[in-house]
């Protein structure tokens, strides 16, 4: 069992998003989900020429978790090329809410202000569920 500080896991986003595929937007993103059981998988956006088909980072790296039987995220950091804020798209968090409570927590990095942390309920609130 991994036990990773937030600065760990911001740095784990940050090598992966060296990663990135993204020759239509040439923006770079990178994300490290921590799962409840001490898992961490991480992931980069990857663009296709039909842009449609592009993946963003959080989402390769949920669903690389998921994908190995980890369906509950306790943390997931995010960073992107600009070293700022960047926060995820309305898409992700839709996402996010299938495999991440209330309480789950969303880790974003600036190299001048430094960490922030949301609870998932703040970035998603009344989100649709079934
Ligand atoms: N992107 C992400 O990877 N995560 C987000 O939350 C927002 C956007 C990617 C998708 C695309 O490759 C590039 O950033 C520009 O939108």
Not at 94 to 102: A, G, I, L, N, T
Not at 113 to 123: D, P, S, W
């Amino acid at each position: 069992m991994i036990s990773l500080t937030n600065q760990q896991l911001i740095n784990k986003a940050y090598e992966a998003m060296n990663n990135s595929y993204s020759p239509y937007s040439k923006f770079k993103v990178g994300a490290a989900v921590l799962t409840s059981d001490g898992q961490v998988y991480t992931g980069c956006n990857i663009e296709n020429v039909s842009y449609g088909a592009t993946i963003c980072a959080e989402r390769t790296a949920i669903f690389k978790a998921v994908s190995e039987g980890h369906t509950k995220i306790q943390k997931l950091a995010i960073v992107s090329m600009t070293r700022k804020y960047t926060y995820p798209c309305g898409m992700c968090r839709q996402v996010m809410s299938e495999f991440m409570d209330e309480e789950g927590i969303i880790i974003l990095s600036d190299d001048e202000y430094g960490l922030k942390e949301y609870r998932f309920n703040e970035i998603l609130p009344y989100c649709f569920s079934l």
